[in-house]
């Protein structure tokens, strides 16, 4: 049988030094955030409050205590290399936190000109819209204007109207005239079928 070799394969690509290394939680921000809040905290009053009580305490005790106890005698050497490495990390550690505000900083400024330019471009659409419904409501025809429409049309209606009236009443009293015509008999002639009058009364009748 053919034993095969335990290892790396060939067919994959192998793991990373570095990524070992590294550790899987490692954030790219935590050091910037506690450099913003170290730096936030030496620009307080209460730092500086502290500060002082401190280097008064040092001072007082290199001067006051015996000589075999004091550890940073005069002109206190240890006391300024303190203060020199705390002024040393201090600049840094403020200007990192004001690298990291600038950064917000431009990038607020980058979401409000976005946002500047989305609600000018609304308030153009709108404008436009606004204007479009002048144009369309200018043109739509209001209340008085029917009304005086529909006034000139009942007007033209009426005087079209009368000649036709007219003509039909007088259509219609040559039509009643022809038929008094028609129903009245001439004089000698025998009225109409009904009309049992003998000829001597309606003659007498005409002559009354």
């Known amino acids: 049988m053919i034993r095969r070799r335990r290892g790396p394969r060939l067919d994959q690509p192998r ?18 955030r506690i450099a913003e809040r170290i730096a936030r905290f030496i620009g307080t009053a209460r730092f500086l409050v502290v500060q002082s009580i401190v ?18 005698s005069f002109p206190f050497i240890f006391l300024t290399l303190a203060l020199s ?5 201090a600049a840094p550690l403020i200007l990192l936190a004001q690298n990291r505000q600038d950064d917000r900083d431009r990038a607020n400024l980058a979401q409000d000109r976005e946002q500047t330019v989305r609600t000018r471009e609304d308030t153009e659409y709108l404008a436009r819209e606004i204007a479009a419904m002048r144009i369309t409501i200018g043109e739509l025809a209001t209340r008085d204007f029917l009304r005086s429409e529909l006034r000139g049309l009942l007007a033209e209606l009426d005087t079209t109207d009368r000649p036709r ?23 000698g002639r025998p009225g109409p079928p009904g009309d049992h009058t003998p000829p001597g009364d309606a003659l007498a009748g005409d002559r009354s």
């Open 55 to 72: 280097i008064v305490l040092w001072i007082a005790y290199n001067i006051v205590a015996p000589t075999n106890i004091r550890f940073d």
């Open 165 to 187: 009236n007219r003509k039909r009443d007088g259509d219609r009293g040559n039509r009643g005239d022809r038929r008094r015509r028609r129903d009245t008999p001439a004089p």
């Open 85 to 89: 490495l705390q002024a040393a990390y």
């Open 15 to 32: 793991a990373s030094r570095r990524a070992r290394v590294r550790p899987s939680s490692y954030e790219p921000d935590a050091f910037g």
